[in-house]
Every structure is written in C-alpha cells, then in structure tokens.
C-alpha cells in the first residue's frame, strides 16, 4: 500500500509539473505575441516625442534620447493645419451617430424581440442578410440619395450613413429575448404602453448591450474614413481621419509631427473603451449563465 501511495504521489508531482510547463510556454507565447501587437503603438508613442532626425535611426531608440514633446504637439494643435476644427468635426459626428443609431438599434431590437407583428421574423431575417452586402456597393447610390435631398457635403449626410447598424439590432435583440417576458407582461398588466414599456422597462436592463454596441459604433464612426472621403469636398468639414491624411500631405515626410497626431487621435477611443470595458463584459458574457 505504501509503495502504491508512492508511485501515485509521484505520477501527480510528474503531472503537476508537465501542468506548469504548459502553462508558462502557453504565458511567454501570449507575452511574445502580444508584445508584437503593442510594439507598433509604442512606436508611434515614441517617434511623436522624437526630433525629425532621430525617427529612423537604427537601432530604434524606443526612449529619445533628446524630446521635442511640447513643439511636435503644438505644431499639430496650433500649426498650420486646423486640427482643432478636425477634432471637433469628429466628436460632433461620432456622438451624434452613436447616440441615434442606439436609440433606433435600441428601439428595432424591442420591437423583434417582445412584440408580436406580421412577418416578423422575416423582417429579422432580412435585416440581417443585408449584413453581407459590402459598404462600398451602395456609396454610388447614397451619393445620388444625398445630392438629391441637397444633403450632400454635410455632416448629416455622415451621420445619416451610419445610422442603419444590423449588427446592433442583432445583438440587443438577442440580448433581449434572454430577458424575462414577465416582466413586459407585468408592466402591461399595470397600465404601461409600448413606448413606456421599452423605454423603463427594458431600455434600463438591456444597459449592458446597449453599453457594448455603444463602444463599438463609437470606435467604428471616429474611425470613418470612407463615408468622409467621399460626400466631403468641403475642408472645414473634415474629420480627424481627413485631417492626419490633409497634415500627411500638408508636412510630407515629417513623421513626428504625424505621429503626434496620430496619438491625438486615437487618445478618445482609449477613454471611451476604458469607461467602458465592464459593460463590454457584462454584454458579452450576460445570460452564458443560466440558474
């Protein structure tokens, strides 16, 4: 019995110790590998701090060794190019398009996954389906849409191009379906309507989707490209993505000035995601448990 009792002790150490060196190659290869991923950003970072000649040196020096912080900075914020203006442009066209996509998103997901109407599902379905045909087959179409309606070189134009998110639709709907339907029931039965209903009844629980789908439609309109390229003409109207490519051209090869504006760029998406990272988990994580 003793000898047993050994023999099993020392299958488990051999066990536990194949165990952790798994688990330490697993660590130093999600280590390496993310390391790979950040070391772009800490160049960037890096090289916006720098003196013009020092951008390519090689080896790369990850720490200047002499900072030109505050003249790169301000020469993006109060140089020639009115970055100001593009920073503002971004922000009025980013929360204006977050905020009414949600609400419609917001109000189609209560309508597919509490009421009950003709062909609903097929509505769902078909809404759904258009989430394989590509951005870029219906700008010719939007183009004319806009110059017609005398939208076009607008900002509303942008905000209007981005409302319509199927992915938002489908994923508060889902979000919604998991939530009791007693409780829409009680509150019809207590004298509530649709609209109050959706708006203090499930508009409150679903915060966590919402919240999630918020994050990603803020991300995704600041960093609108396209849909500005395209139905802008006017540079007044340019948001932050037009104006890095306007300093682009504007200072040529001078890449820490760009950097620097890059870093600008990207400081609101950082802010936004770290206020709220805690509902991005409680979305995607809500009713994977169930009891």
């Known amino acids: 019995m003793n000898d047993m009792a050994v023999n099993n002790s020392v299958k488990g150490l051999r066990l536990n110790k194949k165990i952790n060196v798994g688990k330490i190659v697993v660590t130093i290869g999600l280590f390496t590998f993310g390391l790979l991923m950040v070391l772009p950003f800490i160049w960037m970072i890096s090289t916006s701090m720098k003196y013009e000649v020092d951008v390519f040196t090689f080896p790369i ?3 200047p060794r002499k900072f030109r912080i505050i003249e790169n900075y301000k020469e993006v914020w109060f140089g020639d190019a009115p970055f100001a203006l593009y920073y503002f442009n971004s922000i009025k066209v980013t ?13 189609a997901a209560f309508a597919f996954a509490k009421l009950k ?18 951005d870029q087959v219906t700008l010719i179409p939007r183009f004319l849409y806009f110059k017609w309606l005398h939208l076009f070189d607008t900002h509303l134009c942008l905000i209007i ?10 994923f508060i709907t889902q979000f ?16 509530a309507g649709t609209l109050r209903t959706f708006w203090n009844i499930m508009l409150p629980l679903s ?14 309109s600041w960093n609108d490209y396209q849909n500005v390229l395209v139905f802008i003409t006017n540079a007044k109207l340019f948001t932050i993505q037009i104006g890095v490519r306007m300093f682009t051209d504007r200072y040529g090869s001078f890449y820490s000035l760009i ?11 950082f802010i936004i995601f770290a206020l709220g990272q805690k509902y991005i988990i409680e979305g995607l994580t809500a009713g994977s448990v169930k009891g």
């Open 176 to 191: 919604m379906k998991s939530l009791p339907s007693e409780l829409s029931d009680s509150a019809k039965v207590d004298g």
């Open 117 to 134: 109407f003709p062909g609903r599902d097929k509505i769902f379905v078909l809404i759904i389906a258009t989430m394989i045909i590509p």
């Open 161 to 170: 191009s981005m409302l319509f998110s199927q992915s938002s639709i489908f």
């Open 61 to 63: 020096q990850w720490i």
């Open 259 to 269: 950097m620097a504006a890059s870093v600008s760029a990207i400081i609101p998406l």
């Open 95 to 107: 929360v204006l398009t977050t905020f009414f996509s949600l609400l419609i998103s917001s109000m």
């Open 207 to 220: 915060k966590p989707a919402i919240a999630t789908m918020a994050i990603v439609k803020f991300i995704w």
